[in-house]
């Protein structure tokens, strides 16, 4: 698995499998811009999952991973309070799951 370093470039490329440590996710909106990718929060039980032109943002303090299940582009931006507001949150609660039956 790879690890990448948050630097200052507002959107960059993932490889697949590369894990990208956030240390302070508030204020920040991040936006799958190609591919597919997994956040998960510190003390937080969603599983956030990103495809192509969703973003997610938060307003806690929490340290965030983000994750590439395949080559990606993602891009990170600082959201101020005044538009906070209007940035879509997508996933704000787990995503349902399907349930299996099996015929017998």
Known sequence: MNTATLLDRAE?????RTLVDIPDISGTQVICRRGSLWITLDNDPRDIV???????FSTEH??????????????MRAVGAQSASRVRRVAASPRPRLAVSEST
């Open 12 to 16: 960059f490329d993932l490889a697949a």
């Open 50 to 56: 990103l495809e192509a032109g969703e973003s997610f």
């Open 62 to 75: 929490r340290r965030a991973l983000v994750y590439a299940f395949q080559p990606s582009v993602v891009a």
